[in-house]
């Protein structure tokens, strides 16, 4: 892992780790990634996650988790 010179962060990490990192199922984590995807805040790469926009990120995540 880390920062790239555009500063976007690389995190080397599988989504069955990642799943279990965050207590969620791995189908659930992937939409959320895949949909953080289509709106240009992350990168998916093979067992890899590049976050472009780390404080869109950190805005989408409060919202979600305030739901719960």
Known sequence: YGF?????????ITLNDLAGLAGVARTYLYKLLI???????????NHSIRILNPEQLKTISKNLFQLY
């Open 4 to 12: 790239k010179k555009d500063n976007s962060l690389v995190i080397d």
């Open 35 to 45: 949909e953080f995807s289509k709106k240009k805040v992350i990168e998916l790469q």
